[in-house]
């Protein structure tokens, strides 16, 4: 019945693995109904403000860049959305933000030192990128912990001789 | 060393072997490395103010350093400093040649490097000092110059003074996390029989001989257990008369495991990798343009305030809260070890997840910004030259959104790891498996919370 005893193991890892695979897939809660939001965002040396911006799935969104002391950009990471702002003369984005999770906004003209670390963060929806991987973690760390438990007591009941090494 | 889980490189690969016994193997490598050193700090100092620009912030701080960090590291360990062009003048200068081994002693004043600073520390305390200033050093071109000079004077300084590489060993700020990580990597170098060492009389790795140098990093390959301190210069590779030096790969992070040699100065290395590479995250790629400024010393008093938080976090507050876990784990297992011990053990486990959280924080910056090494390339001074015709490439993030994919998988991977190396560490202590279960349960929860906060800073 060495068989029956393994598939008692593998219970709980199983369970975990399909736990996490459900939590992969599963659907979030969709989007609320769409509007449009108008936002403008002041570019300066060297961050934007507001520096975290969250619009609903859906939406469609208007940002009203401005370059507050020198020239700047903005470069919106995963809609490849780009422009150049000359202070004094603000620029309109406009797009659909369709896509759930957290996109970087940067500036994407040299603008001085810092000018690679000036970043903002535009987050859509309810994250969902986000979520799933948190539930990946903390499913993944349980899954280890279930692997280290059960290695080591059948490492501990081969050496007490409770389970037998049978070969067939 | 020959156990079950190792497979002997330098057998399977006769061509390496003659390779890495040539002579001229490693010389030839940094020669290399110091061309781009030296134009490094060429382009620094006279080239244009704006990092982005300029081939030394691109190179350095981008393409060495995602090198470095995601590639050799934790695939080579401790490759690089058998590279590395910071020592190179001193080390040619102590030995009055490049390639061929000149007999006699090397020309150094041969002062005793004194004991007190045979550790790590300086090695935490000079990459802290750094750190502090790194948000000026990452994007002022001068000042990044004036770094890498100072690093190569003081290299030059030290072997003057001392023999050996007392730079790479006790004083590199670099040297002590590649030490740290390369505990990590799957590749080993060590003796194939230790027996064969000890009834070695003339021990020609450590005097030298016709062949090569004595042991430059002053580590004995016959103890060795370990990669944390030896320099891969493959030097004891050309002087062992019995051909007992081997090159192996081996499985990841198997240095962990060697408990007599943890050290509380290299568990607070582990502390300040993992510190700064949150520190870094939240600062250099977070949305807080204010603590930018105060990193940045808009004024003197921010900064004073950024850098006594900065050194507080990684000296006090994170080690504080590990004693607190290793408090938690020895209580709930009722392990009789002594705090301290546990406290320098379970460190250990901050190993694979801190290389992780630094493997992610770069994945952050260098798929975005790597295409401005395409423009460095052929203007590295940014004085309007166009060498090989790329210089108005311009910068074009490369998918920033595989970026997010690539993070959580090394951040969960480093994260299993260090459960796992938990897990042993604890059995280490208690031979009892559900004692060393119970030892692991407050330090995975610590780990999976310092992931998640990585998690949060990148994702969230
Ligand atoms: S020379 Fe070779 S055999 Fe002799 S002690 Fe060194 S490594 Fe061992
Ligand atoms: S042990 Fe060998 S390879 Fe390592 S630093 Fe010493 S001489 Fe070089
Ligand atoms: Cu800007």
Known sequence: MRWLHTARIWRLPLLIGLLTLAWLVFPFPGAKAATTRHITLDASQFAFSPGRVH???????VFTVAAQDVVHGFYLDGYGLKTRVEPGVSQQIEFVADKTGKFRYRCSVNCGSLHPFMIGE????????????????????????????????????KQDGTLQSSTP | MVTPSRINLLERLPLLKTILKSRAFQPVLMLITLFVFVLAILTGLFGTPAGSRNFNIIFVWIVWWALLIIVMVPFFGRLWCAICPIPAPGEWLQRRGIIQRRTGRLLTLNRRWPRRLKNMWLQNFGFLGVAMFSTIILTRPSVSAWVLFSFLLVGVMLSAVYKNRIFCRYVCPVGGFIGLYSMLSPVELRVEDQGICASHTTKDCITGNEHGYGCPWMVFPGNLTRNTYCGLCVECLKTCPKNNIVINLRPFGSDLMVAKERRLDEAYKAFIMLGCALLYSVVLLGPWGWLKNWANMDTLPHWAIYAAAFLAINLLVLPGLFWLVTVASRRLSGQAVPLRRLFV???????????????????GFVLVNGSYALGVVSDPFGWGWNLFGTAQAGWTPLWPTLTAFLQVGTLTAGLLFSVNTAYKIARQNSQDHRLAFLATLPVTGFLTLVTLGFLRLYLG
């Open chain 1, 55 to 61: 619009v609903n799935q859906g939406d469609r969104v």
């Open chain 1, 122 to 157: 535009l987050v859509v929806g309810s994250n969902t990128p986000f979520w799933r991987a948190t539930g990946l973690i903390v499913l993944a760390a349980i899954g280890m912990l279930v692997y280290l438990w059960q290695s080591g007591r059948v490492q501990e009941m």
């Open chain 2, 345 to 363: 053990d379970y460190a250990y486990t901050l190993v694979p997840l801190g290389l992780s959280g630094w493997i992610a924080f770069s994945l």
